[in-house]
């Protein structure tokens, strides 16, 4: 069974989608998040901690320990803000 392109491009989307919700959601409940990933005893506690805490999937919780710094700037929310409304939009316009 092949995937066609189209389909490709909406699953990448939607997981791309996943992962900016997580981060967005992420930044905004920061203080919430650090202290989970404070006292996680390792990667993996704290990958488990923030997937259960942001009600997120284990790969967007890896994008979110991941996460630089400056992306707390209101610059950086900014930008991962107008890349979820313009996949959103993408996706919406695909059906």
């Known amino acids: 069974m092949t995937i066609d392109d189209g389909q490709l491009r909406r699953e990448m ?3 791309r989608l996943m992962i900016l919700a997580a ?3 992420a930044l905004c409940r920061h203080a919430e998040v650090l202290p989970v990933i404070i006292g996680a005893a390792d990667r993996e506690a704290a990958r488990t901690a923030v997937a259960e805490l942001l009600g997120i999937e284990k790969i967007a919780a890896v994008a979110v320990l991941d996460l630089q710094w400056n992306r707390l700037t209101q610059a950086g929310r900014a930008a991962i803000a ?3 409304a313009q996949l ?3 996706l919406r316009a695909l059906g």
């Open 13 to 15: 989307a939607e997981q």
């Open 23 to 25: 981060l967005d959601d």
């Open 82 to 84: 107008a890349e979820r």
């Open 88 to 90: 959103e939009a993408s």
